[in-house]
């Protein structure tokens, strides 16, 4: 299983950057991917950003496209999501996830970190 934990969350306001940053600690060697999802209050959870763990291929959710960017520092087994111009329905808890395979369900789940964006 592998271990994730986020940090990086705080309060900013419109228009501003904020970078989370999520560690991966236990058996890394078997993830395939690890992604960033986030949840807001009475909302679905919802996909935002990922990366393969070995390889150059990212994607992202239509809501955070040409704002967000996921990186990963392999020798640091860290993932980071950089969100510029954020706005305040990016308000959320951001969730680090990893999967051991293209087809599997993302079973490893970091505790969140909180992102608020006030107007």
């Known amino acids: 299983q592998v271990l994730l934990v986020e940090s990086g969350g705080g309060l900013v306001q419109a228009g501003d950057s904020l970078k989370l940053s999520c560690v991966a600690s236990?058996?890394?060697?078997?993830?395939?991917?690890m992604a960033w999802f986030r949840q807001a209050p009475g909302k679905e959870r919802e996909f935002v950003a990922g990366?393969?763990?070995?390889?150059?291929?990212?994607w992202y959710g239509d809501s955070v496209k040409g704002r967000f960017a996921i990186s990963r520092d392999n020798a640091k087994k860290t993932i980071y999501l950089q969100m510029n111009s954020l706005k305040p329905e990016d308000t959320a808890v951001y969730y680090c996830?990893?999967?051991?395979?293209?087809?599997?369900?993302?079973?490893?789940w970091g505790q969140g970190t909180q992102v608020t964006v006030s107007s």
């Open positions: 236990g058996r890394t060697a078997t993830t395939y991917a």
């Open positions: 996830a990893a999967k051991i395979s293209r087809a599997s369900d993302w079973g490893s």
């Open positions: 990366c393969l763990w070995a390889g150059s291929a990212s």
